[in-house]
Structure formats: structure tokens, C-alpha cells
T-cell receptor
């Protein structure tokens, strides 16, 4: 069990460019979550997947954001036409489901820090 | 809606001092409650949790008790160490199993 990994760890981009982040969850974890954390704040929920299905999206997730989890393994988060307000730490977490269908606690990756100049 | 409120930091203590970080929540029903810790340059780590009223979560000398009467989940430690310096986040798990976090409390422990 190698934990949740995220790539890249840091990304600097110019306003208007597209960026894509990757998250590899703990193997066999059914659920995968994306959160965003701005400086001095707690993480805010963006979206989550159960296997390959995206089940919920926050109103924070504008049309410029899209997430996928093909085959229920790794996930990607793409931001199109980046804006300076997108600068934040993007966190990924994964969890497994109990036999009763309730998720266990979430395990977080180290995050991808995005800076939009 | 669901929300979590934490005491503002930074909290500065001397080594071996007693720590309390206050956390209160607003939620429908009785959500599971968590404390996460974020050390400098690292990701969030689960510190402890409680899943029902009167449960006490504990780990590494830290404790928190789920109090439904006061809708609180305060974090305590009897004797802090320099290595406990970090940012601490209180969180609740809502009905769709996503986490709602407080804004975090920075703890600085001086030798």
C-alpha cells in the first residue's frame, strides 16, 4: 500500500492555459475525491467518484473544470482557460466502502499546488 | 447547511503545555467527526475520529469527545511537543460521505 499519489506536485502556468492533474488512489479504493485548498483555509469539496461514476459535483466546479476516472482507477482533473483565482492546492483523497456500503475514512495525497500567473 | 467552526490561530504554546483547540459544528443528524493534521510541506493526515455521540477518538496523545449537546468536538493534548507544530483541521462527514472542513488552526510549540 503506497498511499495516494498526485502529479505533478507543483504547476506554474500562465492565465488562459489548460492544465491537467493526476491522482492515483490507494489500490482497490472505490471512492475518489477532489478538494481545493486556498491559503489559510480548509479544503473545499469539488467532486467525487465511486468507481468510474462521477456522483456529485460542487457548485465550485465551474464549466472550466472537468474530472474523469476511466476504469475506476486513477483520476484526472483538468482546468481549461485558467484564471488567477484558480491558484490553490488541489487535493485528492480515496476511501473504501464497508460491507454495508458506508465509506471508511479518507486518505489524502500530498496535493498539487497550482500557481496561475 | 452543514458547517464547521474552529478557533482562530495561531496558537502558541511552550513545550509540555496543555492544548485545547475548539471545534463546533452545524449539521442535520449526527455526522461522523474528524481531526486531520497537516505538517509543513505534507498532505493531510487523519489524526482521530468519532462516529457517534459520546465517542472519544484518540491517537498519539490527542483526544476529542463527540458532544451532541454542545455540537462540539474539541481537540486536547495533555503535553505538547515541538513536533506537534502543524495546522489542525476539524471536519464532519455529511450524508453523501464528503468532508466539510473548518478553516484550520495553526499550532506553534516553542522549546
Amino acid at each position: 500500500d503506497t498511499g495516494v499519489s498526485q502529479n505533478p506536485r507543483h504547476k506554474i502556468t500562465k492565465r488562459g492555459q489548460n492544465v491537467t492533474f493526476r491522482c492515483d488512489p490507494i489500490s482497490e479504493h472505490n471512492r475518489l475525491y477532489w478538494y481545493r485548498q486556498t491559503l489559510g483555509q480548509g479544503p473545499e469539496f469539488l467532486t467525487y467518484f465511486q468507481n468510474e461514476a462521477q456522483l456529485e459535483k460542487s457548485r465550485l466546479l465551474s464549466d472550466r473544470f472537468s474530472a474523469e476516472r476511466p476504469k475506476g482507477s486513477f483520476s484526472t482533473l483538468e482546468i481549461q482557460r485558467t484564471e488567477q483565482g484558480d491558484s490553490a492546492m488541489y487535493l485528492c483523497a480515496s476511501s473504501s466502502l464497508t460491507t454495508s456500503g458506508r465509506p471508511y475514512e479518507q486518505y489524502f495525497g500530498p496535493g498539487t499546488r497550482l500557481t496561475v500567473t | 447547511g452543514n458547517s464547521v467552526t474552529q478557533m482562530e490561530g495561531p496558537v502558541t504554546l511552550s513545550e509540555e503545555a496543555f492544548l485545547t483547540i475548539n471545534c463546533t459544528y452545524t449539521a442535520t443528524g449526527y455526522p461522523s467527526l474528524f481531526w486531520y493534521v497537516q505538517y509543513p510541506g505534507e498532505g493531510l493526515q487523519l489524526l482521530l475520529k468519532a462516529t457517534k455521540a459520546d465517542d472519544k477518538g484518540s491517537n498519539k496523545g490527542f483526544e476529542a469527545t463527540y458532544r451532541k449537546e454542545t455540537t462540539s468536538f474539541h481537540l486536547e493534548k495533555g503535553s505538547v511537543q515541538v513536533s506537534d507544530s502543524a495546522v489542525y483541521f476539524c471536519a464532519l462527514m455529511d450524508s453523501s460521505y464528503k468532508l466539510i472542513f473548518g478553516s484550520g488552526t495553526r499550532l506553534l510549540v516553542r522549546p
